[in-house]
């Protein structure tokens, strides 16, 4: 695969996301989105790096992240996504890649940009018609935001 376009930074934020291949759901219930939430949290500790918005879509995922080091962003979704990929496979019995390509990543770049892109992530269940409001959603950390 060629190396990516998007350098990252010590003091920066990134929007992370991707999409489930096939149009199958990357989780399949509570337990599901349990295992990527606990994956999320234990890496970003472990690489120095913290994810202040968050979104676990059945489909996809939305995350924001902040380098506070020299660890790459990019570790947190390559490592969460590659163990978890080999433990969903195990659970439902199934082969092969679960998300549709390698993650997107895009530097936030500006404080209007940043603000922007929390409502976005926080919204985007109740836009996919998921709930009735932001906050009703489970899977995401509005609540604490």
């Known amino acids: ?5 998007t350098q990252f930074h010590e003091g920066c934020f ?17 337990c599901d989105f349990n295992k990527i939430h606990e994956l999320m949290t234990m890496y970003a500790h472990e ?4 994810v202040p918005a968050w979104c676990l879509m059945p489909d996809h995922f939305h995350w924001l992240v902040y380098q506070w080091g020299e660890d790459p962003a990019m570790r947190l979704p ?7 990929t080999r433990w969903f496979n195990k ?13 997107k990543v895009k530097l936030v770049s500006n404080i209007r940009y940043l603000k922007h892109l929390c409502l976005y992530i926080h919204c985007n269940p109740a836009r996919a018609s998921l ?6 959603w489970t899977w995401s950390n509005l609540q604490q935001f």
């Open 14 to 30: 990134y929007h992370v996301f991707n999409h489930a291949s096939s149009r199958q759901n990357l989780a399949e219930d509570d």
């Open 131 to 136: 709930c009735q409001a932001p906050a009703d």
């Open 1 to 5: 695969m060629p190396r990516r376009k």
């Open 47 to 50: 690489y120095n790096l913290s």
């Open 78 to 84: 390559r490592n969460v996504f590659n163990v978890y």
């Open 91 to 103: 659970r439902y019995g199934l082969r092969g890649t679960l998300l549709e390509s390698r993650y």
